[in-house]
């Protein structure tokens, strides 16, 4: 794999679900020729639920490694994670810069309101795309059916 042209460079996008990292990690993968780490497409594509913290903690620590190895060889890495604790982004940007690599912090940030509808908009995606059925009530959305009293306003 050859390199970018670039110096090796970590990019640390930090957000909640629905800010927009997975639409500005993209926009960052083409315009720099770098590779993206979203462990939620890795999820995907191996069948795991989404919601798994174990798995999802097992997939974003192979991620990282394979990131270190790209950032020896020079590469450009663009890491999608959330990575909402500081200390999480302080042990990335340490190694990174450890391994000679520059290291850029963009957060990402949108009102509740604005997440929420992102959010509902990419589940319904995600359920139409991988089978799964997702109800919601207009205040929220759950992968579980909810209750007499929850029934969605679709009739689902």
């Known amino acids: 794999m050859e390199g970018s042209g670039e110096s090796p460079r970590l990019i640390i996008l930090c957000g909640l679900p629905g800010s927009g990292k997975t639409t500005l990690a993209k926009v960052f993968e083409r315009k720099f020729r770098a590779v993206r780490f979203a ?17 999802r903690a097992r997939v974003e620590d192979l991620q990282w490694k394979l990131a270190q190895q790209l950032l020896t060889l020079g590469l450009i890495v663009v890491i999608e994670w959330g990575t909402w604790g500081r200390s999480e982004r302080d042990r990335l940007r340490e190694r990174a810069r ?31 795309r991988f089978g799964a059925r997702i109800y919601c009530d207009g205040r929220s959305c759950s992968r579980h059916r909810p209750g007499k009293k929850g029934r969605c306003s679709t009739g689902h």
Do not use: N, T
């Open 39 to 55: 462990p939620d497409e890795w999820m995907s594509a191996l069948s795991l639920d989404l919601y798994d913290e174990q798995r």
């Open 98 to 128: 450890a391994l000679g690599a520059a290291v850029e912090l963009h957060v990402l940030d949108a009102s509740p309101d604005v997440l929420f509808e992102r959010v509902r908009i990419c589940e319904a995606w995600k359920a139409l």
